[in-house]
């Protein structure tokens, strides 16, 4: 009888222990949190950043860049020289055809004074060819009288044509010369019209690169000139925008340095083609009205809403 409550309680220990066994094995014991399985676990949900793209046509666009105009240059010196004389130092406003500065002339004076004075020359030669010609012609029709009444001989008669006939080539290869003359003498004059530096516009003078004498060579930078309006604005736009502008429709441009100013553009000039290798095509802006305290330069920013 002992015997056997020992043995049923042997197996009682047994299905005990093989069941804690079992618990501590068993495969459903859970697993640290990691930040792999948070994020997987978080449902996706349609958030407000998540915009699809008929969304993102209705939105604003805002194109940011630099004020420009058309007529800005680094005026350059057409050949080289002295300068002789500056007359206009930056900043100064100036119109078109002033005189800015000038390189020293004496040379090419007086080489352009000696190419006149040979063209003079030249043109009397012309006329003392042409009055002899004029001789040599009255000769002939002497001679012509003298043959017809049988007082000289053909040889002779043939001898005063040719004659009147030579003093006309000789006019005309003087003539020649006169020309050749006279182009020098162009070309003398326009060299002596580079020796004046002009404004090619009116404009402002806004730097002077140069002092007075000091030599330049062909193509130094003398002036940088600039005109101050009209203010233009150039921008690329994507290729969905294409079609939905028009020649003078307007945009609000701004600045971040002068955050109490903003002006009105309209659009100059279109594109009629879309850039194959960005998707983009071109748009100038003019701005219109007063421009306040904007400059050619400043960075600006233009709102285009897509939807418009």
Not at 85 to 103: D, M, Q, R, T
Not at 123 to 141: C, G, P, R
């Amino acid at each position: 009888m002992r015997l056997r409550k020992e043995k049923r309680l042997l197996q009682v220990l047994l299905s005990f222990g093989t069941f804690l066994l079992a618990a501590g094995c068993s495969d459903e014991k859970p697993l640290p949190p990691s930040t792999t399985n948070a994020a997987a676990a978080i449902p996706v949900t349609n958030s407000p950043s998540a915009v699809s793209p008929s969304d993102t046509r209705e939105s604003a666009l805002t194109v940011t860049g630099p004020i420009i105009v058309e007529h800005q240059l680094d005026l350059a010196a057409q050949r080289d020289g002295v300068v002789a004389k500056i007359f206009i130092y930056s900043p100064s406003h100036v119109e078109a055809g002033a005189l800015l500065a000038k390189l020293d002339d004496r040379q090419i004076t007086a080489n352009l004074e000696a190419a006149r004075a040979k063209t003079r020359g030249i043109n009397a030669e012309i006329k003392n060819w042409m009055a002899e010609a004029e001789v040599f012609k009255a000769d002939y029709a002497r001679a012509q009288r003298r043959w017809d009444l049988g007082l000289i001989s053909e040889e002779e008669l043939q001898h005063a044509k040719y004659k009147a006939e030579s003093e006309q080539w000789d006019i005309q290869r003087v003539t020649e010369q006169r020309n050749t003359a006279e182009q020098e003498e162009r070309s003398l004059e326009l060299e002596l019209e580079k020796t004046k530096v002009t404004a090619p516009f009116s404009g402002l003078v806004a730097r002077r690169y140069v002092r007075e004498g000091q030599n330049v060579a062909r193509g130094e930078r003398l002036f940088w000139i600039t005109a101050e309006a009209p203010l233009l604005m150039r921008f690329t736009l994507p290729e969905r925008l294409f079609g939905r502008l028009h020649h003078g429709q307007k945009f609000e441009i701004t600045s971040a340095d002068l955050p109490n100013e903003k002006h009105i553009a309209s659009v100059r000039d279109l594109s009629p083609v879309i850039d194959p290798a960005s998707g983009t095509f071109e748009v100038l802006v003019e701005l219109v009205g007063n421009h306040g305290a904007l400059r050619p330069g400043m960075t600006v920013a233009l709102h285009i809403n897509d939807a418009q």
